[in-house]
């Protein structure tokens, strides 16, 4: 029976490599997934991932289980970097924005990646409950969370109330919470 | 000042998006020092919301990682080798590092002409804004502990700054918001029968300060800050600003 995610970080707060590779094996597509998205740039993407995976291995115990599975850490540790990444990336490139972002890669690309399958039920999870959310919902919090825009920034861009755009998060994120529990 | 749940609840939701403006920011920071610890319902929501943002990262599709990437993570688990950043995630981590330690600390890296000191200055402050980080987020951790315990440091102003530490843990975070930039820096004190013992001074991360506390603070008597000009001062050199006894 294979190991827990809680089993391999025992093993690797004692430095144990081979269980270190065994979660990157586990997470990787899905960390490098969300970082180009993020990104859209494979190559910081790759750096961003290397980052968070780095981070596992030299403070392992930065994980708490009591506070949720290892992906959410994960993820949410690619997602906190790619987002400050992406921000520092706009504002180094304000003048010479380029008129034509590199393109992400196919969603083909995913035919080749075998999930675990309680990775890909909580995946098929996740889209099921952002479908359910409102389109204007939706939107708005794709902006925050994969553009990484600010309330002020979604609301200057869109030309939606700062109010609504407050509203929406709000909403967008109690429903998936509900739906996610 | 008193919170209310709904708008608590709606700054946590942005807070864990990362999508909050400054002044919603400010007021985040201040009710995670000041009323989420204590609150049961706001202290629940954040760690739904937190669940949440974390698996809205399965929502792209999954991409196969390329080799280049699988072999750089190889290296990091690798003893003999200090793992490296390279290329754009120095210049960029540099940047934030930079960005996050202007302020009390900050060095202007202008006055630096050697390169290679230069590198150096940056790699220090990255080092150290990642130590920050992670400090935030244990003592973020500590703050949802359900036996955590929290002392208050009454002191002048708006400003806000608790001893925060799960009994039984050797270790505690002393974290304040709202402080004025020090004239030299704001240092950390222990005290019990005469005896004095510092963790350091409290270091800057975005709109809070703290430091980590590596003892069992129920073993001291009281905590307290004072504000140093000279760095490495064995005792406090002037009376302090804020001050609270340790109960046990």
Redesign the interface.
């Known amino acids: 029976m294979a190991e827990t995610d809680l089993e391999l970080l025992g093993r690797v707060a004692t430095?144990d490599?081979a269980a270190?590779?065994e979660l990157?094996r586990r997470y990787?597509?899905?960390?490098?997934?969300?970082a180009?998205?993020v990104l859209r740039q494979?190559?910081?993407a790759?750096?961003i991932?290397?980052?968070a995976?780095?981070t596992v291995?030299?403070?392992p115990e930065?994980f708490?289980p009591?506070?949720?599975p290892f992906?959410?850490?994960?993820?949410?540790l690619?997602?906190?970097r790619a987002?400050?990444?992406v921000r520092?990336?706009e504002r180094?490139r304000e003048r010479e924005r380029r008129a034509n972002p590199p393109p992400v890669?196919d969603?083909d690309?995913?035919d080749?990646?075998v999930?675990e399958v309680d990775?890909a039920d909580?995946?098929r999870q996740?889209?099921e409950a952002?479908h359910e959310l409102s389109p204007a919902q939706r939107e708005t919090?794709e902006l925050?969370?994969?553009r990484?825009?600010?309330?002020?920034r979604?609301a200057r861009e869109t030309g939606v109330p700062i109010g609504t755009v407050?509203s929406r998060?709000?909403a967008a994120?109690?429903r998936?919470?509900e739906a996610?529990? | 000042m008193s919170w209310d749940h709904e708008r608590v609840d709606e700054l946590l939701a942005g807070y864990v998006l990362g999508g909050l403006d400054e002044e919603d920011a400010a007021l985040a920071a201040r009710a995670l020092i000041e009323h989420v610890p204590e609150c049961d319902t706001c202290r629940r929501s954040l760690e739904a919301y937190r669940l949440v943002e974390g698996d809205l990262g399965l929502a792209p599709p999954v991409i196969a990682a390329p080799e280049t990437l699988d072999a750089a993570v190889r290296r990091v688990a690798r003893p003999a080798r200090r793992p490296t950043l390279r290329g754009w995630g120095v210049a960029a981590a540099a940047v934030a590092a930079i960005v996050a330690m202007t302020g009390w600390n900050a060095l202007l890296l202008d006055r630096v002409g050697d390169a290679e000191l230069r590198q150096e200055v940056l790699t220090d402050r990255l080092a150290t804004t990642e130590t920050l980080q992670r400090w935030l987020q244990d003592a973020m951790s500590s703050a949802t502990h359900p036996k955590r315990s929290v002392v208050p440091m009454t002191g002048p102003g708006k400003t806000r700054i608790v001893l925060l530490y799960v009994p039984g843990d050797d270790r505690g975070y002393v974290i304040g918001s709202d402080l004025p930039p020090p004239e030299g820096s704001y240092v950390v004190w222990f005290s019990r029968d005469g005896e004095t013992w510092t963790p350091g001074k409290l270091e800057r991360l975005g709109d809070v300060a703290l430091v980590r506390v590596e003892t069992d603070p129920e073993s001291w008597d009281q905590v307290m800050i004072t504000e140093e000009r000279a760095s490495d001062t064995p005792t406090p050199s002037s009376s302090p600003l804020v001050v609270a006894e340790i109960s046990r």
């Not at chain 1, 990787?28 to 997934?33: F, L, M, R, S, T």
């Not at chain 1, 992906?71 to 949410?76: A, N």
């Not at chain 1, 990484?148 to 002020?152: F, K, Q, T």
């Open positions: 430095r490599a270190f590779e990157y990787a597509a899905a960390a490098y997934g969300l180009v998205r494979p190559a910081i790759q750096e991932v290397q980052e995976f780095a291995w030299n403070a930065a708490d009591a506070r949720g992906r959410t850490f994960l993820l949410s690619v997602h906190h987002v400050d990444a520092r990336e180094l890669p969603e690309v995913m080749v990646v999930e990775l909580r995946r996740v889209r952002m919090l925050m969370y994969f990484g825009w600010s309330h002020a979604i407050k998060i709000w994120m109690r998936l919470r996610l529990a």
